[in-house]
């Protein structure tokens, strides 16, 4: 009989060592950058997406990006005046906290400033996110955009998408083959968190309300 693979036994030590290689590789990269590049950001993310963040590491690719591990990122700069690699590194580490990153580049300080202050990306929010509008539904057919566009230049929602809606927490029915509300229907409101389901019908109508931006920190 062939082994389960339920069975498969992981040994902590293995995955222990893997994780601190890891970190010690970090530790040399960020000095070493650090040694090679003239000027260091520490830069936050709002609404993080990888592929944007992709995008960027892709316009700067003469630099170097790191991303995540600040603590070890902190260490690597050195958190006091006796332990910093370099002067005033440790100014920097201060700002390692949270959902932070640390470009390095040779790039002029203007330039770098002025890009990320234009740079921003608008996607879907997610759960959790902080709706920047309110966005209601009118009464009658349910359109694919929700309301947003004339009905002239919109079309209905597909019968087949009303079981969904409605598990999301639409009170739609069917009505001889469209998607019919009785009332308007509130999706969100401008202010409050968004929950799972106010985020897929907000996708679902084609609302985006997050935004993806790159701040520099210090």
């Known amino acids: 009989m062939p082994k389960s693979k339920r069975a498969k036994v992981v040994h902590l030590s293995k995955v222990e060592k893997k994780g601190k290689e890891l970190s010690e590789r970090l530790f040399t990269a960020v000095r070493e950058a650090a040694d090679t590049y003239s000027h260091i950001f ?12 992709k995008d960027v590491r892709t316009e700067f690719a003469d630099s170097r990006i790191f991303f995540g591990k600040t603590k070890v990122m ?22 390692l906290a949270g959902n932070v990153g640390l470009l390095f580049t040779n790039r002029e300080p203007r330039e770098i400033l002025d890009h990320f202050a234009a740079y921003a990306q608008t996607d879907y929010a997610r759960a959790g996110t902080v709706a920047d509008r309110t966005f209601t539904i009118p009464e009658g057919v349910v359109h694919s955009r929700g309301g947003e566009l004339a009905e002239e ?12 809606v409605r598990k999301w927490g639409m009170p739609t029915k069917l009505v001889k083959g469209k998607v019919v509300l009785d009332t308007e229907y ?4 401008e202010g409050e968190t968004l929950n799972s389901n106010q985020t897929a019908l907000l996708k679902m109508f084609g609302v985006a309300m997050a935004e993806f931006r790159v701040q520099m920190k210090a």
């Not at 006091?80 to 690699?85: I, K, W």
């Not at 230049?153 to 969904?164: A, F, I, M, Q, R």
């Not at 509130?186 to 409101?189: F, I, Q, R, S, W």
């Open 42 to 53: 520490v830069f936050s993310v709002e609404n993080m997406r990888n592929t944007y963040l």
């Open 153 to 164: 230049d919109d079309v209905p929602l597909p019968h087949s998408l009303e079981v969904t």
């Open 186 to 189: 509130t999706v969100c409101k």
């Open 74 to 95: 902190a260490k690597a700069l050195g958190t006091d005046a006796s332990s910093e690699h370099l002067p005033n590194l440790a100014k920097l580490s201060e700002h």
